[in-house]
């Protein structure tokens, strides 16, 4: 497949294909999709398993809605990030669940020592546990942002925010993942 000419969607050839019905193009869209939904979903959400079904579900509605798919309005995978976090509030919501501590910690380097690769997880399981403390929009604006690297353009988008609304929340929620991550540091 050749890369998109500058502007257009980049996905905006698989999803022609996969509104056609080609799987082949379908089995491509998950492989390109998939591990940034469930990095996303496992983020939001702080369950690998919730977060195997948010990416899966998100995936199936790129199949039923590929055939209506209108390019220009707003960038696919725009799209789909807004899917995938609308899911996860949904599962949110239903199950009542924002203070739960992810379970999934950061991955450590394989070359580190391990005594660091110990204080790796131990840091990535705090940080997980922080973030899952924040308010459900900051903690959005901050997975977007640097978990998906999306830019600020990119994340405001998705959140359908201004780029100073978004900003604000990361402000927010970096001045409370720092006293949060402060004060589990003097508690221990």
Request: with cysteine; hydrophobic share 45%; glycine share 4%.
């Amino acid at each position: 497949m050749t890369p998109a000419p500058q502007g257009e969607d980049p996905d905006a050839d698989l999803l022609r294909l996969i509104a056609r019905g080609d799987t082949v193009a379908a089995r491509e869209m998950v492989a390109r999709k998939l591990p940034r939904l469930l990095a996303l979903a496992t983020r939001m959400l702080g369950d690998a398993a919730e977060a195997e079904d948010v990416a899966q579900e998100s995936l199936l509605r790129v199949w039923r809605e590929a055939p209506r798919w209108k390019p220009g309005k707003a960038r696919f995978d725009s799209w789909l990030h807004r899917v995938a976090l609308n899911l996860c509030y949904d599962r949110l919501r239903r199950s009542r669940r924002e203070d739960v501590v992810a379970d999934v910690p950061e991955q450590p380097d394989g070359d580190s020592l391990p005594d660091e690769r110990l204080l790796a997880a131990d840091a990535g399981t705090r940080i997980a546990a922080a973030l899952q403390t924040l308010p459900l929009r900051q903690r959005e604006a901050v997975v977007l942002q640097y978990y998906q690297e999306l830019s600020n353009g990119e994340a405001a988008a998705v959140m359908e925010v201004s780029v100073e609304a978004l900003e604000s929340l990361l402000a927010r929620a970096r001045r409370r993942l720092r006293a949060l991550l402060a004060e589990d540091t003097h508690d221990a």
